[in-house]
Every structure is written in structure tokens, then in C-alpha cells.
């Protein structure tokens, strides 16, 4: 199985950009299909994102849209999650998460395996 580390959270000011990264390890993850999600305080988790296990596809939840980007490197291992204009409302904890399931998987109940998190805190 695979471990999921996500690392390159912090506090930004709005408008602000931020870069996630999710490493793993213990299997390639090539062989997953990935997604971020969030989870502000007192709110449902929800994705944010998700990247088929090619790269060759991509889904952004509306409130995202042209803003955040993800991106993998099979090479690296690596999953990313680029934010650009970061909004007081993205403040959340952030967490990637892998899926054996092919395409773009949008149900949080079909991924696996997940990171520990990491905060994204954007003042206004």
C-alpha cells in the first residue's frame, strides 16, 4: 500500500499563492488515481481536486476553478496542488488522498488511502 505525506501549508495573505505537495511511498503512484480535499472547521470534507492516474485529466470543484491546479510527477512520486488568489474562505485543512479506482473519482468513500493533512490558513 502506499503512504501519503502532504507538506507546503502555512499562512498567506489573501491573494497569495501556495504550493502542496503529497509524497509517496511504498508503491508507485502511478498506479493511483489522486485527489485533494479540505475540511474547514465546523464543514463537511470535500474535494477539491483530482487528477486521473495519467495526468491526462483533471476536475476542479466550481469555487476553485481557474485558481488551484493539480498536477502530478509519476517520476517524483509526487502529487501537487498549486493555489494561486487564495480567498479567506480557503482556509482549511488540506489532504491528499490516493484511489485504485480508474478516471477521475470524485467520492470521497472510493479513495484508499490518505495523508495526514496540512493547514491552509489565508487571512484577509
Known amino acids: 500500500q502506499v503512504q501519503l505525506v502532504e507538506s507546503g501549508g502555512g499562512l498567506v495573505q489573501a491573494g497569495g499563492s501556495l504550493r502542496l505537495s503529497c509524497a509517496a511511498s511504498?508503491?508507485?503512484?502511478?498506479?493511483?488515481?489522486m485527489g485533494w480535499f479540505r475540511q474547514a472547521p465546523g464543514k463537511e470534507r470535500e474535494l477539491v481536486a483530482a487528477?486521473?492516474?495519467?495526468?491526462?485529466?483533471?476536475y476542479y470543484v466550481d469555487s476553485v476553478k481557474g485558481r488551484f491546479t493539480i498536477s502530478r510527477d509519476n517520476a517524483k512520486n509526487t502529487v501537487y496542488l498549486q493555489m494561486n488568489s487564495l480567498k479567506p474562505e480557503d482556509t482549511a485543512v488540506y489532504y491528499c488522498?490516493?484511489?485504485?479506482?480508474?478516471?477521475?473519482?470524485?467520492?470521497?468513500?472510493?479513495?484508499?488511502?490518505w495523508g495526514q493533512g496540512t493547514q491552509v490558513s489565508v487571512s484577509s
Open positions: 488522498a490516493a484511489s485504485v479506482r480508474y478516471g477521475l473519482v470524485a467520492s470521497s468513500s472510493d479513495y484508499s488511502y
Open positions: 511504498g508503491r508507485a503512484v502511478s498506479s493511483y488515481a
Open positions: 487528477v486521473t492516474r495519467s495526468g491526462g485529466s483533471t
